[in-house]
């Protein structure tokens, strides 16, 4: 009986608080949107990794976790050559560091696939990629509102 009354006390707090909230409008209006999703993580920049990975095959998704992990994609333009992307989400906020990315470059040399260093500049394009997808998206429901 003490966990039926402490549960429905907590609901009602959680109920008129809700209320509450709807009442602001602004910047903390603003900030709070982007942490009011079903999913772990910041729903922009998830949004945002989705779109820009888009044309490659996905493997594994963790909305919670934040992970993204892509499975080989081969340019057509350059079929000796193949990639494999992992993003991480880190936070909740939309901001730089919340976001890591690692890529995998392997090369085709006589039928068989051999690792390859992957340049910074890759690993940094795509950060920005994604980064900057995340604030449009970000303005674009700002703008909404």
């Avoid at 009442?23 to 945002?48: C, E, F, P, Q």
């Avoid at 095959?57 to 340019?75: A, E, F, K, M, R």
């Amino acid at each position: 009986m003490n966990r039926l009354l402490r549960f429905a006390i907590l609901g009602s707090l959680a109920v008129s608080v809700a209320a509450c909230s709807h009442s602001k409008k602004g910047a903390n209006a603003d900030l709070a949107a982007s942490k009011v999703t079903t999913i772990g993580v910041n729903a922009y920049l998830w949004r945002a990794t989705l779109d820009t990975l888009s044309f490659m095959p996905l493997l594994q998704t963790d909305s919670n976790g934040g992970v993204i992990v892509t499975d080989w994609y081969v340019n057509p333009n350059v079929p000796t050559e193949r990639m494999k992307v992992t993003v991480t989400v880190l936070d909740q906020d939309l901001r730089a560091d919340a976001l890591r990315v690692a890529a995998l470059r392997e090369v085709n040399r006589s039928g068989a696939w051999v690792s390859a260093p992957v340049q910074a500049a890759t690993v940094q394009k795509l950060e920005d990629i994604i980064l900057t997808r995340a604030r449009d998206l970000r303005r674009a429901a700002v703008a909404t509102n």
